[in-house]
């Protein structure tokens, strides 16, 4: 409890003083959509004949669709969906469920078959979704309340890294993966916590970390409780970044600071909002945004996200393919989830206006940079989104689907 307060305190209190790059005036180009579906159209050309991307690997392969996906979504355009929703039907012959021992791995799954279903509005997509989360739950890779304690904390809500019966990693990507399925599921069922009511004496500070009385909604209670463990055990309030994992039989907290798992727990924030409609959570995702956009390590002077130390130019061999290429991409998805949370809700509060306006320009510095710094020109990037343009990969692609997706969100009417 005192950890979250204090993260929340944190957000609240902060003063958002604005980057130098916020005020530069960036216009995409008309013929947008050709543009970001020329992207689309060479990385498909990789599709395997099994489904399955070539030159990345099965998560990756997942969030490259995933990417696909929401540039139909927020585009407001189904011109890719047939091709998606085949090729994710051929990729689940070959993997039953699309589910294997990683937790992780197996969420990004669901989060792309939730997102085609909200486009197209086939069950079978829903229908594989609640099948991961009945798996995740099934597989008893959830802690418990008073099963783990690490460090004299309750590692409830945490969620393993692997099905395996040994497994000793919780980390806060598997745990916000799981918070943003089981949000995203609620907010489809339209069961939201406004239809139950809480115990009297419970503060919304409460419920946010987890710890009200049930309240009848499955898929909520599993995003607070999820969300909580984060919030008091992985995150970070002084700079608004989420540690990476806890290996419980080692005894030991890895705080590296992956862009990606900020970025995901930043979009279950803003989810959160959107199914219980509690400030909190805005405020907290907005908080975390703001500081996003301009941490150090992750954003250049000049307003375009590298995380250098992940996977930068002199860091890496720009042929070869890491995990770690496509973390800023999740970071740039998530910064439209809280775009599109802000409009599509009407949230009206002075900080989520002005955090909408900052996404806005942020997104269309990332994309002016791929087009004048990171592309041949004939539709192909590479890995370093500040340039120089190398030579394009099925990994460098991969990377900025997400990019192609959100300009179009935050430039649409």
Known sequence: MAEFQNAFQTAKEWQHNMPPWAGVQVHPPQNLPEVTQRAIDIYMMSRQPNGEMGGIGWWQAANGYTGITLHDYWSGTNKNYEQLAQTLKQ?????????????????????????????????????????????????????GRGQIQFQNQDMEGACFWTTKPDEGQINSISSGLLAELSARLAIIEGSTNSKTEKHPHLSKLQ?????????????????????????????????????????????????????????????????????????????????????????????????????????????????????????????????????????????????AQRTAGLIRTFVNINFESQQQRNTNGNGQYGPWWNGPFELPTSHSQMAVMDVMAVVMLVNRA
């Open 91 to 143: 990729c689940e012959r070959n993997h039953p469920g699309l589910i294997n021992e990683f937790n992780d791995d197996t969420l990004w799954w669901a989060m792309c078959c939730v997102h085609l279903y909200n486009i197209g509005g086939d069950p079978w997509f829903l229908d594989k979704a609640k099948g991961i989360y009945r798996h995740i739950q099934g597989k008893n890779s959830i802690c």
């Open 207 to 351: 419920a946010v970390l987890g710890h009200s009385q049930p309240s009848g909604n499955e898929y909520i209670e599993t995003a607070r409780c999820s969300l909580g463990w984060i919030l008091r055990c992985r995150y970070r309030p002084r700079d608004a970044v989420v540690l990476d994992a806890i290996r419980l039989k080692k005894g030991e907290a890895v705080d590296w600071t992956f862009s990606y798992t900020t970025g995901v727990v930043l979009g279950v924030a803003a989810l959160m909002y959107e199914a219980t409609k509690e400030e909190e959570y805005m405020t907290l995702a907005c908080h975390i945004a703001h500081r996003a956009m301009r941490n150090g390590s992750w954003v250049e002077d000049n307003g375009v996200l590298t995380e250098h130390g992940s996977y930068g130019k002199g860091n890496h061999d720009p042929a070869k393919n890491d995990d770690s290429v496509g973390f800023k991409s999740v970071l740039i998805r998530h910064l439209g989830t809280l775009y599109e949370v802000i409009r599509r809700t009407g949230a009206s509060s002075p900080e």
